[in-house]
């Protein structure tokens, strides 16, 4: 069964500092991999999205990507109050394969 | 404006009855999706329709029938509803394949009395 695995958190970051969101997958035909933001009581929002080995970033945002270690990372820099949200991790194989979410980790940034 | 929309938003029923929740999306996307959100905040996919077409069905109970008149609506129909059912659910568009993004609409909340 393939799975997404995300650390629940809550993670705790102050203002300002950089919060890192790991993510480990089990299939490893996965191809396609994202993160998407989802505030309390609100829908997923897409934030980034990557398919090839390595870094790529978006403003504040970085997703990396490391297919031989099946390791997805979301950094944020200079995080905001405004990050405060659960960032939910995506994966999906070729063509029409399940996209499959992990369960999230929380963020928390305190001013 | 609104990309993909979900209407009801919410739907509070009794256990035994029958729903429907309509959703539209004016992306142009082709590829349409039914996710449920428990209430530990899992998000799984229920079924997904590519230009009308059923896709994927993950092993849902044949109590949910979605339907896609076209490509821009899928609404899902519950028979015979249940108190497990009270969850959240989100319909979302990609255009293409399940590998690209999926972009979703507000949601249905609904609970079952």
């Known amino acids: 069964q393939k799975e997404v695995e995300q650390n629940s958190g809550p993670l705790s970051v102050p203002e300002g500092a950089i919060a890192s969101l790991n993510c480990t997958y089990s299939?490893?035909?996965?191809?396609?991999f994202f993160w998407y933001r989802q505030y309390s009581g609100k829908s997923p929002e897409l934030i980034m999205f990557?398919?090839?080995?390595g870094d790529k970033e978006d403003g504040r945002f970085t997703a990396q990507l490391n297919k031989a270690s099946q390791y997805v990372s979301l950094l944020i820099r200079d995080s905001q109050p405004s990050d405060s949200a659960t960032y939910l991790c995506a994966s999906a194989g070729s063509g029409y394969s399940t996209l499959t979410f992990g369960k999230g980790t929380m963020l928390l940034v305190s001013p | 404006d609104t990309a993909v929309s979900q209407t009801p938003k919410y739907l509070v029923t009794q256990m035994g009855n029958d729903k429907s929740i309509k959703c539209e999306q004016n992306l142009g996307h082709d590829t349409m999706y039914w996710y449920k959100q428990d209430s530990k905040k899992f998000l799984k996919i229920m079924f997904s329709y590519n230009n009308k077409e059923l896709i994927i069905n993950e092993t849902v109970p044949n109590r949910f029938s979605p339907k896609s008149p076209d490509k821009a609506h899928l609404n899902l129909h519950i028979n015979s509803l249940e108190l497990g059912d009270s969850a959240v659910y989100f319909c979302a568009s990609s255009l293409g394949q399940h590998n690209q993004p999926q972009h979703f609409g507000d949601g249905t909340r609904l609970s079952i009395l």
């Open positions: 990557i398919y090839s080995n």
């Open positions: 299939d490893r035909g996965s191809q396609s």
